[in-house]
């Protein structure tokens, strides 16, 4: 730095400015809002990568350049973090799934829906991730098992009334829907890691298995060996 006269009447102040080379930092100042998304993005990333055991307030400050106080201002710990990325990711796939779920024919509710799930494992890999992962936080009705279910209770009403148009027992379109709804979800995991066939392949075959097998109900469905008695 070079010290260069000041010309505000005070004698031999001074005032310091950059030496010849220097560069002024180009820091930004966030805002709290600014500052808040950006730690909810570094904590998403970072529960995907590493689940919440592994993942430490240390690391999502070291990353989002802030002190461990800073984080610990806007969520509380890691706990709170870890609340807001996942309640943020269960309204963002129930979204989907519920629009996919609104209007049409039940097999072109059944292809929406699958394609929904599928897109958003696809755009939102992180996200998923962080539902699908175990966490001591979540009970079985906290996070992905929270959005299955509420699909599922979707599911049931649309199935309810097909089986009643077609003289099954409606009664039975819980237990359908948790099978169908169950079946699209496990698929969909096992396409996260393998990425491969197409979402759109892996949709139609989903939907040839569940229609298919929906368009051949038994009223009254027995197992073999209890035929054979």
Do not use: C
Not at 40 to 49: D, K, N, P, Y
Not at 152 to 181: C, F, M, N, T, W
């Amino acid at each position: 730095m070079a010290d260069v006269p000041g010309n505000d009447g005070g004698g031999d102040r001074r005032r310091a400015v950059p030496a010849s080379g220097a560069k002024p930092s180009s820091r930004v100042r966030m805002s709290a809002a600014q500052r808040r998304e950006q730690l909810i993005s570094i904590g998403r990333q970072l529960f995907a990568e590493r689940g919440f055991d592994a993942t430490s307030i240390e690391e999502v400050a070291a990353r989002a350049k802030v002190s461990k106080p800073v984080v610990y201002e806007h969520f509380g710990g890691k706990e709170g973090l870890y609340a807001v990325v996942v309640d943020r990711e269960v309204r963002a796939l129930l979204d989907r799934i519920t629009t996919a779920l609104t209007a049409g024919h039940p097999r072109e509710l059944l292809e929406q829906a699958a394609m929904a799930l599928l897109g958003y494992i696809e755009e939102e890999t992180s996200g998923f991730r962080v539902l699908v992962r175990e966490s001591p936080l979540m009970s079985a009705t906290g996070n992905f098992s929270s959005v299955l279910n509420d699909v599922a209770h979707q599911v049931e009403h649309i199935l309810g009334a097909e089986y009643k148009s077609r003289g099954y027992d409606p009664k039975l379109a819980e237990l359908y829907s948790q099978a169908l709804v169950g079946m699209v979800a496990l698929t969909g995991r096992w396409w996260l890691e393998v990425r491969k066939p197409r979402k759109e392949t892996v949709a139609a075959h989903l939907v040839n298995l569940a229609w298919n097998g929906l368009s051949h109900l038994e009223a009254k469905p027995t197992l073999i060996r209890a035929r054979g008695r």
